[in-house]
């Protein structure tokens, strides 16, 4: 009835402006023609001349903890023997994702990222938002593989140290999920930080990814945004409303 799809209209709206807090403008829309949904994946979406993702392998343990891992196709997140002792490996990640212009309330945002069989053993994996240390005037730069600098286990730029090594996480974890004989693992982010990096892309320095389980001797291969293989990149998977 008229009065149903009235209300509906309102709900929408209502929602559609509560994640814009400074907008002064009140629109009136078709809820029905202002929902979105947007992929980010390096060569493929929104289209493929997309080059917006930024990641790296964060690798603890002499003569890695200040080395750059910043275009590595695929490498280990998890544990690894070196010489004496287990050290960790993690994976930093954040997307453009200013191709959203409109600013509207965040209904969803899923993280897809590939990588090689596990063990036979359960593993659980956590993502963590990153910031980055307050002297760092951007963000953290992804590198070149120890040419020209770039994030480390030690460093965000090379020069800044981590306020904490391995990346400032934001405890505690955004998502954890677990898996076991998989290939595609799905990272369910908070609306209200994807949100807040859509109206304040300063504040993207994205997330880390890490194992959580205490087992050292456990780790998988995680496939980066130069994978040759362009289904396997990081992919990044935004539903919101458009309100302004």
């Not at 070196?82 to 945002?109: H, K, M, N, P, Q």
Request: proline letters at 6%; aromatic letters at 10%; hydrophobic letters at 40%.
């Amino acid at each position: 009835t008229l009065g149903v799809l009235f209300a509906m209209g309102v709900v929408w709206l209502l929602l559609a402006l509560s994640g814009c807090s400074e907008d002064s403008d009140s629109i009136f829309f078709d809820p029905s023609s202002r929902l979105e949904e947007i992929v980010f994946q390096d060569g493929i979406s929104p289209d493929p001349s997309y080059s917006g993702t930024r990641d790296a392998f964060l690798k603890e343990g002499n003569p890695f903890n200040n080395y750059n891992f910043g275009t590595t196709p695929q490498d280990t997140v998890g544990h690894l023997y070196l010489t004496d002792s287990y050290y960790e490996r993690r994976f930093i990640i954040r997307f453009d994702i200013s191709e959203i212009t409109d600013c509207g309330e965040v209904l969803s945002a899923e993280l897809q990222l590939h990588f090689s069989s596990p063990s036979p053993d359960t593993l659980t994996l956590q993502a963590y938002q990153v910031t980055v240390p307050e002297i760092l005037v951007t963000s953290w730069l992804e590198g070149i593989n120890g040419i020209f600098g770039g994030v480390s286990w030690s460093t965000a730029d090379e020069d800044i140290p981590w306020d904490m090594e391995g990346g400032d996480l934001v405890d505690p974890p955004v998502e954890t999920v677990v898996t076991s004989q998989d290939t595609l693992i799905s990272f369910t982010l908070p609306n209200s930080l994807v949100l807040g990096w859509i109206e304040d892309p300063e504040t993207n320095h994205g997330v880390v990814i890490r194992l959580a389980d205490a087992v050292l001797e456990e780790s998988i291969i995680l496939h980066a945004r130069e994978s040759l293989v362009l289904d396997e990149r990081p992919l990044l998977k935004i539903e919101y409303l458009g309100g302004g």
